[in-house]
């Protein structure tokens, strides 16, 4: 007889998307695990110098979760270098893929990234044939990194002649991340994204600090997905209630807790296609 598989913890998110019956998606909290402080206690990173066995339960633990919903459900982790490589996953595919996004038609392979202020996207079509995750950070966000997932999707001809196909048509959703109170950034991270976009701009707020500025990443993502043309955009609308460095109780941030715990854990987003 199969053991039950546990549901998910309340605190973690499901996110309210309008993403067609059969595909499913879930981000982790640092809610729900067993590892002690500073990765206290749902790490799900394996690279952060926690507790091996304490990562594995964890890993267990978001697996369980997915197999609630869909038997034989795998997260599939990548090795995520802060760059535009994206993965296609197959029944084949292991862990440790170098690449900073993934995307499949497998069914119950769950596209997978891990997050400590980074911005996690994921996608799916209307027709619920495919669905991919990205990790965005500014250097792979700046680069392009959902560009190149979004082009898993469709060929750029292809979305221009019929948009609102279900092949084609989109949606995306937007996980925690770094909020524009706590994301201070150089003058070069800024001209980055404006070099591509002089509307980048309205993204960045000057502080008093020569060359520094607050910037908001989550508006920058949802500014280069709507100039790809990706109508459906839902999740982190850059409100505090998303911010992780903000709510030190529900989410990891690198950049809060790093310098002063000397580490902290990584978070995880999923999307998968049900069997």
């Known amino acids: 007889m199969l053991a039950r598989m546990h549901a998910a ?7 309210a ?7 499913y998606a879930l981000c982790t909290t640092r809610v729900g695990g067993v590892s002690a402080a500073p990765w206290n206690t749902c790490n799900l990173g394996d690279h952060v110098r926690d507790d091996p066995q304490a990562v594995r339960a964890n890993r267990a633990r978001l697996g369980d979760a997915l197999r609630h919903t869909t038997p034989a459900a795998r997260a599939v982790y990548l090795k995520q270098v802060h760059a535009t490589q994206v993965a296609v996953l197959d029944t084949t595919s292991a862990d440790g893929l170098q690449a900073d996004a993934s995307t499949t038609r497998t069914a119950g392979l ?18 619920g044939t495919r669905v991919a995750a990205a990790h965005a950070g500014w250097r792979g966000l700046a680069a392009g990194v959902l560009e190149r997932t979004l082009a898993c ?59 520094k500025y607050l910037a ?14 990706v109508a459906s955009i839902t999740g982190n609308d850059s409100s505090s209630r998303w911010c992780t460095v903000s709510n030190p ?4 941030s690198h950049r809060r807790d790093a310098a002063t715990l000397g580490s902290t854990g990584r978070m995880a987003a999923c999307v998968w296609i049900g069997a």
């Open 153 to 211: 999707f469709v060929a750029p001809a292809q979305w221009v002649q019929a948009p609102s196909a279900p092949e084609i048509e989109v949606l995306a959703w937007l996980g925690p991340c770094i909020g524009p109170t706590a994301f201070e950034v150089g003058a070069e991270v800024r001209e980055a994204f404006c070099a591509h976009d002089a509307r980048a701009a309205r993204c960045f707020a000057p502080l008093g600090t020569r060359g």
């Open 9 to 15: 913890p309340p605190d973690w998110i499901t996110p």
């Open 110 to 127: 769950a596209c997978t990234v891990l997050v400590a202020d980074c911005l996690p996207v994921l996608f799916t079509n209307r027709a």
């Open 216 to 229: 908001d990443l989550a508006a920058l993502a949802r500014q280069r997905l709507q100039a790809a043309g």
């Open 17 to 23: 998307w309008p993403a067609p019956p059969g595909v």
């Open 249 to 252: 109780s529900r989410f990891f």
